[in-house]
């Protein structure tokens, strides 16, 4: 499918028009955290989190959530069926023809072989009966911009073949996997860093309790996406927890690409056709670029603006991510609604104001990343960040 044809549904003109749709999420997603302040339940924030952006991503992709958010388990099975797809991706990735092989089994088979295979079976035939249900109901005068499967469909630039069923299933595969996983696990793990360290949250706070007076109200994307320090702190989440680990491979196919060494003053030719490939994750743990790399510091940010060169989380160039934009903006603004309203319980707080506090998680058992499984991945059996919501 031409990058072309999905390019506008993900530029910042075309996500500001989903404002209305994710302050809607937001604003239930407070309510939950409300309800569990009242039963004192443990919130497994991985779980939260991905209703929030899967309920997102499911209704611009098809102009239907899956309304997680609402649902008392978040939706888990679903999620945790869908997360063992990681347990053998690494194989996968390297076995190209294994993956449509196993796809040809029954699901007796399939079950019995990698179980999560039959969840991501009846995902697709979901993606699919929507997809089909848009091609009845195509009309050229929807505005296509606010249902990217609706807009697929009436391209002029696609082929019939690129808009058959099966090949927008493939599409609706790599749209919501992209748009959910990735993005719930940076805001897990920013959400443990600001409770992890208070005098951060504290700055966080007055830059939010300035520009937003009144935490009963929502804010707008134009007042939280230009804040310096939610900004720095978004950016010092994406250094230290990337939403995908993998190596970003390249290819020079027609011309030798020169590198050089400035350090050994040396330089080195990489043939035309060479694949060459780099993580983020090693790259923005290095520390002549992040001086202590280990330590959640947004201040870096502000200090060295310059600093967003080393930032590969998105990728660069043509292939940078095409859901750039909306994680920034779901980030910028699930961030803000939360901690505008919410502080750090520590004991003090009690009857002045809903607070949250970090239940049972280790960082290096539940945070930082163990394994590398196309996402960055915590110890086997870890739950993530879990916390209650004190009132």
Not at 240 to 245: E, K, L
């Amino acid at each position: 499918m031409r990058r072309a044809s999905l390019n506008s549904y993900f530029s910042k003109a075309s996500i500001k028009r989903l404002e209305p749709m994710i302050k809607d999420i937001t604003s239930k997603l407070l309510k939950r955290l409300d309800s569990a302040s009242t039963s004192r339940e443990v919130l497994t924030m991985r779980m939260v989190y991905k209703a929030v952006t899967s309920d997102v991503i499911n209704s611009y992709a098809f102009g239907k959530s899956k309304h997680e958010i609402d649902m008392p388990d978040f939706n888990a099975p679903y999620q945790l069926g869908m997360e063992k797809l990681n347990d053998v991706i690494y194989v996968l990735m390297q076995l190209g023809w294994l993956f449509p092989l196993l796809d040809m089994l029954p699901d007796s088979l399939a079950s019995w072989t990698v179980p999560s295979l039959v969840v991501h079976r009846k995902a697709k035939k979901e993606w699919a009966v929507q997809i089909d249900n848009i091609r009845e109901t195509q009309d050229e005068k929807i505005d296509t911009e606010d249902n990217v499967f609706q807009g697929l469909l009436n391209s002029s630039i696609l082929s019939d073949a690129d808009k058959s069923t099966e090949r927008l299933t493939v599409e609706a595969f790599v749209l919501v996997g992209a748009g959910l996983e990735t993005t719930a696990t940076t805001l897990m793990v920013l959400t443990y860093h600001l409770l992890a360290n208070p005098p951060i949250l504290r700055k966080l706070k007055a830059e939010l309790e300035a520009e937003i007076p009144d935490a009963s109200v929502l804010p707008t994307f134009k007042q939280v996406e230009s804040l310096p320090y939610l900004t720095a702190v978004v950016q010092e989440g994406l250094r230290m927890h990337s939403g995908a680990s993998t190596r970003q491979q390249r290819i020079a196919p027609d011309e030798d690409l020169v590198y050089t060494d400035r350090a050994r003053a040396k330089k080195w030719i990489i043939p035309a056709g060479t694949p060459v490939s780099m993580t983020p994750t090693l790259l923005q743990y290095l520390p002549e670029y992040f001086p202590d790399p280990n330590t959640f510091r947004p201040e870096r940010w502000i200090e060295n603006p310059r600093l967003d060169r080393y930032l590969l989380t998105f990728s660069k160039g043509s292939r940078i991510c095409l859901g750039m934009n909306l994680a920034y903006q779901e980030m910028y603004f699930v961030l803000a609604a939360v901690f505008r309203k919410y502080d750090l319980y520590d004991g003090a707080v009690e009857g002045k104001g809903p607070a949250l506090q970090l239940y049972e998680t280790v960082r290096e058992r539940d945070i930082d990343m163990v394994a590398e499984l196309a996402v960055p991945s915590p110890e086997v059996g870890s739950e993530g960040l879990r916390i209650q919501v004190m009132g």
